[in-house]
């Protein structure tokens, strides 16, 4: 196949257009008498539940991560009207499929616990001694100014 008939996600996922159901509509927005009478909207569902093209760690971790995305049945649908332009409307939903398909993929990698160097504990305490003192001084006996 040629490199239009896969949608490059990250280095180790393609998906092929095949499993991309587009389908047109009208679209509102700009475009005055050309909106009444072109479908230039494009809504783009891609079945993340049956996907071939997915590993079953990434078809977990995209149904988890995407839930709030899919529907029951596990398709991602994804609509874009912006354009008057059916084709520019069109690349905007496969881009934006790459996008969240990738980051829904991305992994973030763990968090290492650090320690506050020695100079940074002396210095917080420094500070709590400078202020313990400021605080001491105050209401002591009369105000007098020397």
């Not at 896969?6 to 159901?21: F, H, K, Q, S, Y």
């Not at 079953?56 to 874009?80: E, F, H, N, P, W």
């Not at 520019?88 to 973030?108: F, K, S, T, Y």
Request: a positive charge; aromatic letters at 2%.
């Amino acid at each position: 196949m040629n490199d239009d008939a896969w949608v490059d996600v990250t280095a180790a996922l393609r998906i092929p257009r095949t499993e991309l159901a587009f389908r047109a509509s009208r679209a509102s927005g700009p475009g005055g008498q050309h909106v009444n009478k072109t479908s230039s909207r494009i809504e783009l569902e891609w079945d993340v539940a049956a996907s071939p093209s997915l590993t079953d760690a990434q078809r977990a971790r995209l149904l988890s991560r995407l839930a709030s995305r899919l529907d029951t049945a596990g398709v991602l649908r994804i609509v874009s009207g912006e354009s008057r332009s059916q084709l520019r409307n069109r690349d905007a939903v496969v881009e934006r499929l790459a996008d969240l398909v990738a980051a829904g993929l991305h992994v973030q990698k763990p968090r290492r616990k650090t320690k506050p160097s020695r100079a940074a504990k002396a210095a917080r305490l420094e500070a709590k001694r400078r202020r313990s003192i400021t605080k001491s001084r105050r209401g002591r006996g009369a105000h007098h100014d020397d």
